[in-house]
């Protein structure tokens, strides 16, 4: 049976090894709960702390500042929910047109709730323009919430000049992150941002396990879980340890890779669309050509329905239409409709990524897949 060549790295990657054997411990041998006071307990409470202190060096934070999560998705809505009830004078949040459905959707709740919401849009490459941040921000504004970078096209945003004009108004700033951890160097400080999302499955970490960076400087986030206090009362429950060590040296190797994984990914990347486009005439790069993650790469494939082409070539590539968040729902990207593209274009876009587990030979036997298929489907 062959074995698909795996180029969906933006929807989940597979468990670095040397994160699978940090964990093991915890399910076998140091089972203890955190919150114990016998020696089983300490042990859990120590892998928690070391751990701490390696998700905060992959961004440049303190430990204290780093709230582990069931994922990003909590984490999103943590930061966003909780900013704006700790501040109920303020009743307005600002967001882009592009981010992700566990952005969009606790902000669209506290609309619903008598909180109103800016929309901002983004340029055809899909960034988000200062300016129109600047003229939607208001005095009374709580939140603004804009991505470090796309999950469908990779685009990176002005994150810290938007931090800028968050602040000017006295409004605090949230940044979901969780595509650029381990792929770009991330760093709160030069970020200028209060909050901060991590995904642990986005960099070779379980599912399941997140963080939420909060300044020391930020006002406490009113919960949206209640219980027994953990994670200095930001997130209540048991901790689950095996997952936050795994987090914990995700991070670590994550820190340590970045000076060397960016740059093969971005051979890959440019690689495979080298390949594609020499043979398939019209097809387009959806996103920024530079501003970019360096492993994901955004193409439109001429006269084709994109889920179709994917099909045709399941056997041999595996890769996303859109976000691996809205696989099976009906209707266009939304990133690439914010960015104003044709009807066309959007229906034949495909989203490769590309990670750890890769060569170039696969990137090869993909294209070829890609390029023998895309004729047999092409609409004249």
Request: with cysteine; aromatic share 6%; charged share 15%.
């Amino acid at each position: 049976m062959t074995v698909p060549v795996y180029l969906d790295y933006n929807a989940t990657t597979p468990i670095a090894p040397e994160v699978v054997a940090a964990m093991r411990p915890f399910f076998e041998e140091h089972f203890g709960n955190p919150s114990s006071s016998h020696s089983y307990g300490r042990r859990a409470r120590e892998a928690v702390a070391a751990a701490r202190g390696q998700v905060a060096g992959l961004v440049g934070a303190e430990p204290e500042e780093i709230c582990f999560t069931g994922g990003a998705t909590e984490a999103n809505n943590l930061a966003i929910q909780g900013a704006a009830r700790a501040r109920p004078d303020r009743r307005h949040l600002v967001t882009s047109a592009i981010e992700h459905p566990s952005v969009l959707a606790p902000i669209r709740a506290l609309e619903a709730q008598g909180w109103e919401v800016t929309i901002v849009p983004v340029d055809p490459y899909g960034q988000v323009s200062v300016a129109a941040v600047a003229r939607a921000v208001r005095k009374d504004t709580v939140l603004v919430s804009i991505m470090h970078a796309n999950n469908e096209t990779g685009t990176l945003q002005p994150v810290r000049d938007i931090a800028a004009v968050a602040h000017a108004c006295g409004a605090l700033m949230h940044t979901d992150a969780a595509q650029s951890a381990g792929k770009v160097p991330l760093d709160v400080r030069a970020l200028s941002v209060d909050f901060l999302t991590l995904a642990g499955h986005k960099f070779y970490a379980p599912k399941g396990v997140g963080a939420l960076y909060r300044a020391a400087a930020a006002p406490p986030l009113v919960p949206i879980l209640f219980g027994g206090g953990q994670e200095a009362g930001m997130r209540p429950g048991t901790e689950n340890v095996p997952a936050i060590v795994a987090l914990g040296q995700a991070a670590q190797l994550a820190a340590r890779g970045l000076g060397t994984f960016p740059a093969r990914w971005v051979f890959l990347r440019d690689h495979l669309h080298r390949l594609l486009d020499d043979q398939i005439p019209g097809l387009c790069l959806n996103g920024h050509p530079t501003e970019r993650l360096p492993n994901t790469l955004n193409l439109s494939f001429p006269n084709v329905d994109a889920a179709a082409l994917l099909a045709a070539v399941a056997s041999d590539v595996a890769a996303s239409v859109g976000s691996a968040c809205h696989e099976g729902a009906s209707g266009a990207s939304a990133t690439l409709n914010a960015m104003g593209l044709a009807p066309k274009r959007i229906a034949g876009a495909i989203r490769f990524s590309v990670g750890l587990r890769l060569d170039k030979s696969q990137i090869d036997d993909a294209a070829r897949a890609l390029i023998l298929a895309w004729p047999r489907l092409a609409r004249s």
